[in-house]
């Protein structure tokens, strides 16, 4: 069986340093480790507009945005097939026989959608392209016969109504789909990367953003403001590390060698939580040390993405052949699909022959 990737964001703003720690640095390394036979990259605005519906202009302006953030990051469009959802009409077609596989019930029971149908305030009024969105996320996933999905922790629920509604699929019209695995990010930190403010969420709504965008002196100002332990009042205090988002973000972010190059009075990691926890050590100091390490990984993504910012037209071409791609894969599965279904009438010549010669008997018999 080929090996295929599918993953993607929602084109609501600039992405941050959690969509970076949760899934596109993994995309990255799995785009270069050769493993994959095809990786498909979606920009998911057809989702971006469930809830953006009255604001067209901030999904259509943010399309290149996070282009440009994958660019930066190392997606490369000679490895990997950058896409826009919305011009893959399959995915709409295939969305709606799913339909038919799904109880509301079933919907209002997944976690990830209560979850994002609270933070928006929807609970009196919900817009049924919202309330489908994991019907949708399954055509996604399905029309590129997926066996790999690296999502963070939070996708989790959305992955398993993918693999139900596989699973029904292939039960009612035979085997047809490709069933999908999820892929976790290996540092347990990365899965969900807390907000600056001590929110347990990173999210543009919040304001609690570091963006891969930002400017070296932006970044700076947004780390030494960051939450950390509260009871932690003066450098001779103990200290928590325990859901202290400073800690969180070394974890995902710093290495051995950051250590040697930007705080040689500790061996690692283990060495300076150790220190904050029996007390002596400020916190000013420690995110002075997080800024080194985000600065180092951030640089070269600021750099790449000043480079593609002059070369728009092209990112749109890059778009463009990715989707056109993408879109024959797609119509392919849906062809498959209607086989299986059986109503692909007009490819079926077996079918048709067999009820004219039907006709014709019953006609001569009168």
Same mark, same amino acid.
């Given at each position: ?8 964001? =929602?084109?609501?703003?600039? /992405? ?46 943010? &399309? ?8 930066? %990051?190392? /997606?490369?469009?000679?490895?990997? #097939? /950058? +896409? ?7 995915? %709409? ?7 038919? +596989? ?9 976690? #990830?959608?209560?979850?994002? &149908?609270?933070?928006?305030? !929807?609970?009196?009024? &919900? ?11 399954? $055509? ?7 066996? #790999? ?15 139900? &509604? ?10 047809? *789909? ?11 930190? %990365? ?14 709504? *919040?304001?609690? %953003?570091?963006? +891969? ?36 973000? *070394? ?7 950051? !250590?040697?190059? !930007? *705080? ?40 790449? =993405? ?50 004219? $010669? ?9």
């Amino acid at each position: 069986m080929r090996k295929v990737i599918l993953t993607g964001d =929602r084109p609501t703003g600039k /992405l941050h340093v959690g969509h970076y720690a949760g899934s596109l640095k993994r995309r990255v390394e799995l785009q270069n480790s050769g493993e994959f036979d095809d990786i498909f990259i979606m920009i998911a605005d057809a989702q971006a507009l469930t809830d953006n519906a009255d604001n067209p202009e901030k999904v259509r302006q943010n &399309i290149i945005e996070v282009a440009l953030d994958y660019l930066a %990051c190392g /997606l490369d469009p000679e490895k990997s #097939t /950058l +896409l826009i959802q919305s011009q893959i009409p399959e995915l %709409c077609e295939m969305s709606f026989y799913y339909m038919n +596989l799904v109880t509301v019930s079933r919907l209002q029971r997944n976690p #990830t959608v209560k979850a994002e &149908i609270q933070l928006r305030n !929807f609970e009196a009024s &919900i817009p049924v392209g919202f309330f489908t969105y994991p019907i949708s996320q399954a $055509a996604d996933i399905t029309a590129f016969r997926a066996t #790999t999905v690296p999502v963070g922790e939070d996708q989790m629920p959305m992955l398993e109504q993918t693999r139900e &509604i596989v699973h029904k699929f292939n039960t009612v019209y035979g085997e047809t *789909l490709t069933m999908p695995n999820i892929l976790l990010p290996d540092n347990q930190a %990365c899965m969900r990367l807390p907000g600056i403010d001590g929110k347990a969420k990173m999210s543009k709504s *919040l304001g609690n %953003c570091i963006y +891969l965008s930002d400017t070296e002196e932006e970044v700076r100002k947004k780390i030494m403001s960051m939450f950390t332990d509260p009871n932690h009042l003066r450098v001779e205090d103990p200290g928590r590390v325990e859901g202290n988002p400073v800690f969180i973000y *070394l974890d995902a972010f710093s290495k051995p060698e950051h !250590f040697e190059q !930007f *705080l040689p009075d500790y061996a690692n990691l283990d060495e300076l939580k150790a220190h904050y926890t029996r007390g002596g050590l400020g916190d000013v100091k420690v995110k002075k040390f997080l800024n080194r390490v985000m600065q180092a990984e951030l640089e070269p993504i600021r750099e790449r =993405r000043k480079v593609w910012e002059k070369r728009i037209p092209e990112v749109y071409e890059i778009l463009e052949q990715g989707s056109k791609k993408a879109q024959s894969v797609a119509a392919q599965t849906l062809a498959d699909m209607k086989r299986a279904m059986k109503i692909n009438y007009f490819e079926d010549r077996e079918l048709i022959e067999k009820q004219a $010669a039907s006709y014709a008997e019953e006609s001569g018999n009168k």
